[in-house]
């Protein structure tokens, strides 16, 4: 049965099937012998009850397994039916529901589901208390909220379940104003900020207020090394806004995404030629 293919069909010969099986060539003739004689017993009244049948009768090997599609399709039913059966089994399992042995068909399984949907649906009459984002329906603080008054804005999926595992120690309330007090202190400062999920699940909005702000010392300034660094600047800016006035040369080249990164472009050129100036007096 594992040498033939989707048809029942072994076209091999007798030392072919030798190798494969790892079975000695006696062995394997006899048997294939005692498949080809008529059998009066048989259920099937096919080619005299034979189990196999010869593909051409002028040679002596490649043969046909005559009830091979009949039990296929029995062992097919019986794989469905197993997984129907373990489907249930895991479904029941997953919502709370006793387990049964008794035998489950694909139509006793779908009704069983439609009917604990039903009960579900009707649980369903009163809006979350505390969603993970958008706006609570009762004017309660949400995670989103809080995510959105944080300083850095990085991952924002595992911070909103970060902060909804917060609400179990701590209230919404203080949360949103504790991470409201760390945006102040770090005043637009996210050089060495953590990310929300880290200041989160360590609890560090429970910190002293006075070491969120970090504390920085400006070092004097070359006056020659701050020219090199505004016209390598200019010089950048002018390549852009000419690249950028090449690709706008027609009415529709002229995405908003285009003007605007070329008026911001302009404006940062301004700026620092009016630093190279100041530097020049």
Not at 3 to 22: F, K, P, Q
Not at 134 to 154: F, R, S
Not at 209 to 225: D, F, G, I, L
Not at 228 to 256: F, H
Request: charged share 35%.
């Amino acid at each position: 049965l594992k040498l033939c293919d989707i048809d029942g069909v072994v076209d091999m010969t007798h030392e072919a099937i030798s190798r494969r099986t790892n079975v000695p060539i006696e062995i394997i003739r006899r048997g294939i012998d005692e498949l080809e004689k008529p059998d009066p017993k048989s259920r099937n009244a096919a080619h005299e009850g034979r189990r196999i049948v010869r593909l051409d009768e002028h040679r002596d090997w490649g043969w046909l397994i005559v009830n091979y599609q009949h039990y296929r399709q029995i062992a097919s039913e019986e794989q469905r039916r197993e997984k129907t059966r373990l489907r249930t089994q895991k479904w029941r399992k997953d919502n709370e529901l006793p387990s049964c042995d008794a035998p489950v068909t694909h139509g006793d399984a779908c009704d069983a589901m439609q009917r604990q949907r039903k009960k579900q649906m009707k649980k369903k009459k009163e809006p979350p208390k505390s969603p993970v984002g958008g706006q609570d329906v009762n004017g309660a603080v949400t995670a989103e909220q809080i995510y959105n008054e944080y300083p850095l804005k990085v991952g924002k999926q595992a911070a909103l379940k970060a902060i909804e595992r917060c609400f179990k120690t701590a209230a919404p309330e203080v949360l949103l104003e504790r991470t409201k007090q760390f945006s102040a202190a770090r005043n637009g400062d996210l050089d060495y900020c953590p990310h929300p999920t880290t200041w989160f699940n360590q609890g560090r909005f429970n910190d002293d207020p006075a070491t969120w702000a970090r504390k920085r010392e400006v070092p004097p300034v070359n006056p020659a090394s701050q020219r090199i660094g505004l016209e390598a600047e200019e010089k950048r800016l002018v390549g852009l806004i000419e690249s950028l006035n090449q690709s706008m040369q027609y009415e529709w080249d002229r995405t908003p995404e285009r003007v605007k990164s070329r008026k911001e472009a302009r404006a940062r050129l301004e700026q620092v030629r009016a630093g190279l100036s100041k530097l020049s007096k």
